[in-house]
């Protein structure tokens, strides 16, 4: 197994994160696993789209809770609807593959 990133202990420990002062900027350090620098990487790129969007990071936006918590059901919603869609998809396409075994041309 790869050695966590630093930070990774901190993983699933939402109050030792809560407690960090946010305002404190961190240094960015690589982690060994690809998946969560992907990830990072998505981040990042959304950070810049929404500051390009509404000329503000979401850190400066001033949202209310309520704010924060509508955005995030939304958001939610349409995740909800994508995994609908790719479920679907994927469905019709096992549901093909079957026809097809059971049925050659």
Same mark, same amino acid.
């Given at each position: 197994?790869? !050695? $966590? ?5 901190? @993983? ?5 994160? !809560?407690?960090?002062? $946010? ?14 620098? #992907? ?8 950070? +810049?789209?929404?500051?390009? #969007?509404?000329?503000?990071?979401? /850190?400066?936006? #001033?949202?209310?809770?309520? %704010?924060?918590?509508? @955005? /995030? ?15 679907? !998809?994927?469905?019709?396409? %096992?549901? +093909?593959?079957? %026809?097809? /075994? @059971?049925? $050659?041309?």
């Amino acid at each position: 197994m790869d !050695a $966590p990133c630093r930070g990774c202990e901190n @993983h699933g420990n939402w109050r030792s994160l !809560a407690d960090a002062d $946010p305002s404190t900027p961190k240094k960015s350090e690589p982690c060994s696993d690809a998946i969560i620098e #992907k990830n990072v990487a998505l981040l990042r790129e959304r950070s +810049r789209f929404g500051v390009a #969007k509404y000329g503000i990071t979401l /850190a400066g936006s #001033k949202l209310t809770k309520a %704010q924060y918590l509508r @955005h /995030a059901l939304e958001e939610a919603l349409d995740l909800s609807n994508y995994l609908m869609g790719a479920l679907e !998809a994927e469905l019709a396409e %096992q549901a +093909r593959i079957i %026809q097809v /075994a @059971h049925h $050659p041309v």
